[in-house]
């Protein structure tokens, strides 16, 4: 795994593009609030996940992701991700 | 129609449009942001959105009350960015021909919203800013 | 201060009333006049009170629903006299830092009202005027 | 028992003077929203409800009054009546 620049790279033999949204306090924390990903066919949800995790300390803690969204629907973590897929890390919510 | 907004809500007008000549009542629910939290002064909140979820969830949770409760008709408006102590970041109507209904139809949808809608809130108080909740910096595995 | 009141009642009003910066959950509960009742057609409701009983028996409401939920600050204004369909003959506000006690009391307050203030209607509709519920002519003993 | 005009007297002997208040439905029935009545000591708010029965054949059927109170309290039909009390016999509410 390589990460060069603001770009998160999971796999070198990458064919697919996935779009990373981040929000709130995890925007804050991986420092941007939108990041273009080159998958590897297969990759899930919960693998991004893993990867930003070793980059970010505040992060080294949770094995899991919070909440995970794919194209605006919740999902599982182990959901595989597919090109073209918008995925979110969901922080716990306090709206209301 | 928009669930989210970024101006100030009007309460009134919310009632008024969801109160036909057939119901008899009107139940609201309103969210104020107080000036205080878990110790600390609150001078303002700042809420924040995945919009197009947002809408998405908010709908969701409308329409599995509406299944529940067919007879109640239902507004939703969640205020996103800066909002104010003593100013309103939600407010919820429901009608009905009966109480009973309206209440259920109220609580089940700021139960619902609170618990599924992607919106997050980051309190500024005299000594900073901060996100409620999860902030990163522990675990959630052994 | 009167519970009750022979105009209209500004429910934003009594909303600000209550509502304090402490305050995260405000619940209002109205009862309008509806247009149908038991499939007549309905164009208004005479509200008539004991009013120095009803003024009494509301405050007690009030006063029960205090003692069990002392965080909620209430507010009550029933209507009397005429009041036309798509009006509120009642508006209830009531505001809590948290909402589960500010439902509790609200719904408390309209079942109790509803239960124990000597107030009665007489509805008015294209085939003339009517009191609702009791009026004499059945029994109430064997 | 005789009845007179718009009074109402239960006792001959009466040395009380209760008012009756009459709101709604039982206004219409009655014909008069105040009346006030000379009583024995003894009497109850039944013996007034009673009396009134009589008088009017709507309310023939009900034994009992619908609800009573007694200086703005409800109290049980049964309540022994005092110099200067006002009595109302209050038709099954509807307000809210």
Known sequence: ?96 | MSFLTDIAIDAEALSAEVCRDSDGAVVTFSGFVRDHHEGRQVESIFYEAYRPMAENEIRRVVESVAQRLPEVRMAVQHRLGLVRVGEASIVIACASPHRAEAFDACRALIDGIKEMAPIWKKERSPDGEEWVGWQGGGRNEE
């Open chain 1, 1 to 96: 795994m390589t990460a060069e620049g603001k770009s998160l790279t999971v796999n070198c033999s990458a064919i697919m593009r996935v779009r990373l949204l981040l929000f709130a306090v995890l925007r804050d924390i991986v420092g941007s609030d939108e990041q273009q990903l080159d998958v590897a066919p297969g990759t899930s949800a919960q693998d991004i996940w893993s990867a930003l995790r070793d980059r970010h300390s505040r992060l080294h803690g949770y094995v899991k992701p919070p909440m995970t969204a794919v194209n605006l629907e919740y999902v599982a973590p182990e959901t595989i991700l597919r090109d073209g897929d918008e995925l979110a890390f969901i922080p716990p919510v306090s709206g209301g």
